[in-house]
């Protein structure tokens, strides 16, 4: 079992940068891969991000690209999002997850991940 608790959400002007933290609980977070997804008013939640075990591969969505930068610390159970030039457009909840997977992966879809936290607003203003 795997507790996933999300902070360092707020409110931001856009082009300006928030970081996210996830903290985990459990003896086995470095067997798991981590992604963050969002969930804006009105529409379906999506993928964001995801780190594999070591932290050696990473994946984005295309809206994201160059703008946000997943990491994670396997001796603090901790995954970052560190998000800079902030959109309107990014104004969702965030959410991490967690998914007991083999050690190069890196899942993208929903049904994929085992766990997942309660969340963090992210309101960028215009």
């Known amino acids: 079992q795997v507790q996933l608790v999300e902070s360092g959400g707020g409110l931001v002007q856009a082009g300006g940068s928030l970081r996210l933290s996830c903290a985990a609980s459990g003896r086995t977070f470095s067997r798991y891969a981590m992604g963050w997804f969002r969930q804006a008013p009105g529409k379906e939640r999506e993928f964001v991000t995801v780190i594999n075990w070591s932290g050696g591969r990473t994946y984005y969505a295309d809206s994201v690209k160059g703008r946000f930068t997943i990491s994670r610390d396997n001796a603090k159970n901790t995954v970052y999002l560190q998000m800079n030039s902030l959109k309107p457009e990014d104004t969702a909840v965030y959410y991490c997850?967690?998914?007991?997977?083999?050690?190069?992966?890196?899942?993208?879809?929903?049904?994929?991940?085992?766990?997942w936290g309660q969340g963090t607003q992210v309101i960028v203003s215009s």
């Open positions: 997850a967690a998914e007991r997977a083999a050690s190069w992966s890196t899942p993208s879809k929903i049904g994929e991940y085992d766990y």
